[in-house]
C-alpha cells in the first residue's frame, strides 16, 4: 500500500517563507518524477514545481526565483521551500510522485491528500 503524507502548510504573513515536506511509503521499487501542485480557492490545480529521477526540475513561472523543489532519495521525500510568499500563493499544495512497485513493471502517479498554504495581506 502506497501513501503520500504532506505536511509544513499553514497561516502566514506575506514575506514569509514556510517548507512543505512530501513522505512517500510503501512497497516501492523506485520512485520517478516528483513535483508539487496546488489548487487556489475557485481555480484548476495546476504544476508548481517538477523534478525528475534524474534532477532535472521545472518550475511555474509565478513562483520562479521564489520556491525551490529538491529531493532525498533515500528518505523517499520530496520538499518545497517557499520564501517570499504573496496572497496568491494561498491554495491547497499537493505532492505527487510518479513511482513504480515491487513486482510491477510499470509505474503510475500516486497523490498526497493536500496541505493547506494560506498567506495574509
Known amino acids: 500500500q502506497v501513501q503520500l503524507v504532506e505536511s509544513g502548510g499553514g497561516l502566514v504573513q506575506t514575506g514569509r517563507s514556510l517548507n512543505l515536506s512530501c513522505v512517500v511509503s510503501?512497497?516501492?521499487?523506485?520512485?520517478?518524477?516528483m513535483g508539487w501542485y496546488r489548487q487556489a480557492p475557485g481555480q484548476q490545480r495546476e504544476l508548481v514545481a517538477k523534478?525528475?529521477?534524474?534532477?532535472?526540475?521545472n518550475y511555474a513561472d509565478s513562483v520562479k526565483g521564489r520556491f525551490t523543489i529538491s529531493r532525498d532519495n533515500v528518505k523517499n521525500s520530496v520538499y518545497l521551500q517557499m520564501n517570499s510568499l504573496k496572497p496568491e500563493d494561498t491554495a491547497v499544495y499537493y505532492c505527487n510522485a510518479h513511482l513504480t512497485l515491487r513486482d510491477f513493471y510499470n509505474g503510475m502517479a500516486y497523490w498526497g491528500k493536500g496541505t493547506l498554504v494560506t498567506v495574509s495581506s
Open positions: 510503501g512497497s516501492i521499487r523506485s520512485i520517478n518524477d
Open positions: 523534478i525528475t529521477s534524474g534532477g532535472s526540475i
